[in-house]
C-alpha cells in the first residue's frame, strides 16, 4: 500500500497490440476441417449391413458363404535320392533308352523292319511326363535330383517320384517301380536277415539267403506269385513291395525260412494262402 503523502501518478490502460495475420490462414481451416471430417471414419468404420445380419437355418445354426477356391503359393521344393554303385550302370542304360526313346522315329529305309518301338522302357518319362517333375542324373555325386516346377499338378507328384526313383535303387524293376507311380495301396517295406536270426555267422548268413531264394529262385518265384508282391534280395537286406496285407503274408513266409523251416511245410503254407485269396477275390 503506498504512503498517503506519494505523489498520485495517472493510471494509464495498455492498448491492445494487433498479431500479425498469418499469410495460409484459409489453408488451415481447410486443413483442419478435412482432419475433423477424416478421423471419424478412420477410427470407427462404417458397420455394413451384411455384417450385423446373420443368416440361420432352422436349426438355428449359422450359415455362412462357401469360401472361395485361391491358387495357393506353389513352392520349389527338391528330392536328392542316393543311388548305389550296383545300380549306376542300370540306372545308366535305362536313362539312355529314355532319351532315345523321346526323339521322333528315324526314316527308315523301304527294305529295313522297323528300326525301334515307340514304347517307354526306362526312368524319367514316367516323371517328367506323370509327375511333371523335373529330373535330372547327377553322376558325379552318384544320385538323381527331383525338382517341382510350374508344370506340377498334384502336391503328392514329389514324394511319388522319389518313391519311384528309391524302388529302383533297391534293385526293382522298372516296370514294378512305375506300379507304385500308377497305384495308391502298394507299399515297400524292408527288413534285415539279421534282425530276424542275430545269432547267424557269415556261413549262415548266406545259406540263410540261398533258402530264401531256392534253386534258381524258384522259391522267391513262389512266394511272389502266391502273396502277389515282388522281393529283392540285396545283401543281408531283403526288400518287400505290394499292399500291406500280402507283405506280412510274404515276410512271414521269409521269416519261416530264416528260422529253420521246411520249404515244404513253407509251399504248404503258400497253397493255402493262395486258395484264401482267391475266394476273397
Known amino acids: 500500500m503506498p504512503a498517503p503523502t506519494a505523489l498520485l501518478q495517472p493510471t494509464t490502460t495498455p492498448e491492445s497490440v494487433p498479431l500479425p495475420a498469418p499469410d495460409n490462414e ?3 481451416l481447410i486443413d483442419m476441417q478435412d482432419s475433423t471430417t477424416a478421423e471419424p471414419s478412420a477410427a470407427a468404420p462404417a458397420m455394413s449391413t451384411d455384417d450385423t445380419e446373420m443368416a440361420v437355418d432352422e436349426e438355428g445354426r449359422p450359415r455362412f458363404a462357401p469360401g472361395k477356391d485361391v491358387d495357393p503359393v506353389r ?3 527338391t528330392r536328392k535320392i542316393p543311388i548305389p554303385p550296383n545300380r549306376m550302370s542300370a540306372l545308366k542304360n535305362n536313362w539312355t533308352k529314355a532319351s ?12 529295313e523292319p522297323q528300326a525301334r518301338s515307340t514304347e517307354w522302357p526306362s526312368s524319367y518319362p514316367p516323371l517328367v ?10 553322376v558325379k555325386e552318384k544320385r538323381v535330383e527331383l525338382r517341382s516346377s510350374r508344370f506340377t499338378q498334384s502336391n503328392e507328384a514329389l514324394q511319388m517320384g522319389a518313391d519311384f526313383v528309391s524302388a529302383f535303387a533297391m534293385g ?8 507304385l507311380l500308377r497305384l495308391d495301396s502298394l507299399y515297400i517295406q524292408s527288413f534285415d536277415i539279421k534282425d530276424v536270426r542275430q545269432t547267424l555267422g557269415q556261413d549262415a ?6 533258402r530264401i531264394a531256392g534253386k ?7 512266394i511272389e506269385n502266391a502273396t502277389k508282391t515282388r522281393i529283392v534280395l540285396a545283401g543281408s537286406r531283403v526288400h518287400i513291395l505290394g499292399a500291406f496285407e500280402n507283405i506280412g503274408m510274404a515276410r512271414e513266409s521269409i521269416v519261416s525260412l530264416v528260422l529253420g523251416a521246411q ?3 513253407v509251399y504248404n503254407n503258400l497253397r493255402i494262402i493262395a486258395s484264401r485269396m482267391k475266394e476273397r477275390f
Open 172 to 179: 526293382f524293376d522298372i516296370d514294378d517301380a512305375i506300379a
Open 129 to 138: 511326363d506323370h509327375c511333371k517333375l523335373q529330373v535330372r542324373m547327377n
Open 216 to 222: 534258381d529262385g524258384k522259391t522267391k518265384f513262389a
Open 26 to 28: 484459409d489453408e488451415l
Open 263 to 265: 520249404p515244404g511245410k
Open 75 to 77: 513352392r520349389v521344393e
Open 205 to 210: 548268413l548266406g545259406r540263410a539267403i540261398g
Open 100 to 111: 532315345s526313346a523321346i526323339r521322333p522315329p528315324t526314316p527308315c529305309l523301304q527294305n
